[in-house]
Structures are given as C-alpha cells and as structure tokens.
C-alpha cells in the first residue's frame, strides 16, 4: 500500500509473483497475467490519479488465501474523487500475491 501511495509501480511489483493474474475489473475485462501487464496497467492508471484511501472493513485469513471487504476511493488529478466497494480476494505464493 506504501507503494502504491508512492506511484512506486516497481516497489509494489516486488510484492507480487511473476505469474500474477490480477482481476482488476470486476469482471469487466479480462484479468491481467505476468507482471509486464500488471506494470502496464499500473502506469496507465498513475496518469489519472493523485491520491488514494481505503478503508477496509473486514477480512478473514485462511491458508495462503485472504478475503476483504472495503472500499477504494481514487482522486483523480483534476480533483474527483471515485469510492469503489469491493469484496476482493489475496492468494499468495512464495510469500508473493499470485491472485
């Protein structure tokens, strides 16, 4: 998340495994695999946002597998401001989210 907030695309791809698939839609488009995609994706989306918050609710742990519950709230550069509600899921690998 530091990284993140830092618009470090290298620093938060250190957190995720070389086969990520990253379902970042909601089921609007495909999921992302490898880490080229995920950079892509990551630097496309840094050109319209300035800041991001979450706020998570609730989540359970499992195994290597992380369930949560929050919302995402995006400002954009000219100001806006998007809040997203989400369930999403956290499978991890080799200490590395993998989904």
């Known amino acids: 998340m530091a990284a993140w907030k830092q618009n470090d695309n290298e620093d938060v791809l250190r ?5 990520i698939v990253w ?4 089921g609007f488009r495909t ?3 490898g880490k080229a995609e995920m950079r892509r994706s990551l630097t496309q989306m840094a050109h319209g946002i300035e800041d991001t918050e979450w706020r998570l609710f609730d989540y359970a742990e ?3 597998t992380v369930w949560m519950e929050g919302v ?5 550069k000219n100001g806006t401001r998007k809040a997203i509600p989400y369930a999403g899921v956290l499978e991890f690998r080799d200490d590395l989210i993998v989904h």
């Open 15 to 19: 957190h995720v495994h070389d086969d």
């Open 23 to 26: 379902n970042n839609s909601g």
């Open 31 to 33: 999921p992302l695999r």
């Open 62 to 64: 499992i195994g290597n």
């Open 72 to 76: 995402d709230e995006f400002i954009g």
